[in-house]
C-alpha cells in the first residue's frame, strides 16, 4: 500500500505560481511513477501531469504544457507540481497520484493510477 500527502494549495492571483508537493510512503519511491490529477466543481477528473520512476519522462496534459512542471526527488521520496502563470480555469483540488508494476508506456495511454492523496486546493483568482 502507498500513502501519499499533497500540501501546497492555496490562493493566488491569476498569474501567480504555486508549487504543490507530495509526499510518499509504504513503498520504495523509485519504483513508483507518479502523477497529478485535477478536478475542478462539477467536473470530472482530469489528469494533469505524470512523471517516470525515474524522472526522465514525464506526460502532460495540453492545457498546462509550457506552465506546469513535475519532478520529483527520489531521496526525499518527493514529487512535485511547479504551476507558473495560473489561470482561473486552474481552479481545482489536486490529487497526487502513484502506481507501480507497469511500463511508463503503458502509464502513458492508460493514465491509471492506483493510489491517490487526498488532495489539496488550488484557487486562483481573476
Known amino acids: 500500500q502507498v500513502q501519499l500527502v499533497e500540501s501546497g494549495g492555496g490562493l493566488v492571483q491569476a498569474g501567480g505560481s504555486l508549487r504543490l508537493s507530495c509526499a510518499a510512503s509504504?513503498?520504495?519511491?523509485?519504483?513508483?511513477?507518479m502523477g497529478w490529477f485535477r478536478q475542478a466543481p462539477r467536473k470530472d477528473r482530469e489528469f494533469v501531469a505524470a512523471i517516470s520512476w525515474s524522472g526522465q519522462s514525464t506526460d502532460y496534459v495540453e492545457s498546462v504544457k509550457g506552465r506546469f512542471t513535475i519532478s520529483r526527488d527520489n531521496a526525499k521520496n518527493t514529487v512535485y507540481l511547479q504551476m507558473t502563470n495560473l489561470k482561473p480555469e486552474d481552479t481545482a483540488v489536486y490529487y497526487c497520484?502513484?502506481?507501480?508494476?507497469?511500463?511508463?508506456?503503458?502509464?502513458?495511454?492508460?493514465?491509471?493510477?492506483?493510489?491517490w492523496g487526498q488532495g489539496t486546493q488550488v484557487t486562483v483568482s481573476s
Open positions: 509504504g513503498r520504495a519511491f523509485s519504483t513508483l511513477h
Open positions: 497520484t502513484a502506481t507501480y508494476g507497469s511500463t511508463w508506456l503503458q502509464v502513458l495511454k492508460s493514465r491509471r493510477f492506483d493510489f
